[in-house]
């Protein structure tokens, strides 16, 4: 087993270069590959972030229209509580 570590990809071309290259053999791009660049492109991870942002406000405001305007807790029973029915008087 050899002690070298595995190829990073060229920033530009993405072909694999070693880790302490200045110059990608491939493209010719100087600095190939920076080790603290981030991975993602921030455009797309800005929209990752205002697109959750957006969803999470639209399930707070549909959460909180679902408590505000939602029926009472007393509604809906037609019969009160402990009221016996036709049904169960004459059985």
Do not use: Y
């Not at 570590?5 to 993405?14: E, I, K, M, N």
């Not at 590959?33 to 942002?53: D, K, Y």
């Amino acid at each position: 087993m050899s002690d070298v570590p595995d190829p990073a990809r060229c920033r530009l071309c993405s072909e694999p270069v070693a880790r302490d290259a200045e110059i990608c053999p491939a493209c010719g791009v100087k600095a190939p590959w920076i080790p603290n660049e981030s991975t993602m492109n921030p455009r797309v991870i800005r929209l990752a972030t205002w697109t959750g942002g957006v969803v999470l406000l639209g399930l707070l405001i549909l959460l909180s229209g679902v408590l505000m305007f939602g029926p009472p807790e007393d509604e809906g029973d037609e019969h009160p509580r402990g009221a016996k029915t036709e049904r169960q008087e004459s059985g």
